[in-house]
């Protein structure tokens, strides 16, 4: 088993910036690639941003791309995202999430077998 905890959501004007951060505990850290997920009210979950277990690679929703940047600190089995330049359409409650062990990066939420209990980010216009 692998808990993720998460922190760091809050409420934030336009233009702003939020640091998430996710604490990881229970497995090697290192066997994991790692991923953001949101989920809007009345939509589904949708996928923001995945870093590999070396952090050689990263993927990112095209919306998100040159707003958020993803990256893990291996001593601390954290992974963060950073999100600047928010926008209103970014509010969601944004999940960390652990891929199966020993697998490729992806966008996709199926290879995902463990998830946080999520924090609320709201963007004010």
């Known amino acids: 088993q692998v808990q993720l905890v998460e922190s760091g959501g809050g409420l934030v004007q336009a233009g702003g910036s939020l640091r998430l951060s996710c604490a990881a505990s229970?497995?090697?850290?290192?066997?994991?690639?790692m991923g953001w997920f949101r989920q809007a009210p009345g939509k589904e979950r949708e996928f923001v941003a995945a870093?590999?277990?070396?952090?050689?690679?990263?993927y990112y929703l095209d919306s998100v791309k040159g707003r958020f940047t993803i990256s893990r600190d291996a001593a601390k089995n954290t992974v963060h995202l950073q999100m600047n330049s928010l926008k209103p359409e970014d509010t969601a409650v944004y999940y960390c999430?652990?891929?199966?062990?020993?697998?490729?990066?992806?966008?996709?939420?199926?290879?995902?077998?463990?998830w946080g209990q999520g924090t609320q980010v709201t963007v004010s216009s």
């Open positions: 999430a652990a891929q199966k062990p020993f697998t490729e990066i992806s966008r996709s939420s199926s290879l995902y077998d463990y």
């Open positions: 229970g497995r090697t850290f290192s066997n994991y690639a």
């Open positions: 870093i590999s277990q070396t952090s050689i690679s990263a």
